[in-house]
């Protein structure tokens, strides 16, 4: 499994942040927002204009430039880093 873009999921789909893909401000705002790589990532909307996921149990919406460098892999895959510090009973998809 490779990573992608958060961009590149559909909705619905609950994928973990594998990397930032971006400078120091971008990478300093996803950290701020709670998208540290290992956490899981439920993607609820994605359309031309934004991204509005679930992060850590709070809604975020990304424009597109900023979610386009969150690179992601499948939640379940073994690749990338985990996080143990997400409630795993809030990133089901619905």
Do not use: F, W
């Not at 994928?15 to 300093?28: L, M, T």
């Not at 430039?65 to 073994?78: D, P």
């Amino acid at each position: 499994m490779t990573q992608k873009p958060l961009t590149h999921y559909p909705s619905g789909s609950v994928v973990r942040v594998a990397d930032i893909n971006g400078g120091q401000g971008a990478r300093s705002r996803m950290l701020a927002l709670g998208m540290t790589p290992g956490c899981p990532v439920e993607v609820l909307a994605e359309d031309h204009s934004g991204c509005r996921v679930r992060v850590r149990g709070s809604e975020v919406v990304l424009c597109c430039g900023l979610a386009e460098k969150i690179l992601a892999v499948e939640n379940e895959a073994s690749e990338g880093p985990h996080c143990d510090c997400c409630p795993t009973q809030h990133m089901k998809a619905s």
